[in-house]
């Protein structure tokens, strides 16, 4: 929804700038969890998946490494493997 602003040009989203704020905490949320101990395959691959969806290869990389080396016989390691990205 397009608003006018108070100096007459018009914001098309008023909304986008609290949601990339959102959007930035969940990443560094994220992030967090999967640089300790408590990373687990599901948040490795929500990590991957976020990675991926936003371009990041160096992310991907580094939670598909830990995904590997970590979680080896789980179903998130087989999905990635097999570019299963949106299963």
Known sequence: VA?????GGVDLAPG?????KQTQRA???LAAINSTNA??????W?????????SD????????AQLQKRFSSSSQW???QREAYDD
């Open 39 to 44: 990373a687990s395959a599901e948040t490795l």
């Open 3 to 7: 608003q006018i602003s108070a100096q």
């Open 16 to 20: 986008l700038l609290p949601q990339q």
């Open 78 to 80: 087989d999905a990635f």
């Open 27 to 29: 990443s560094e949320v």
């Open 46 to 54: 929500l990590g991957i998946q976020w990675a991926r969806k936003n």
């Open 57 to 64: 290869p160096e992310t991907l990389k580094r939670y598909a």
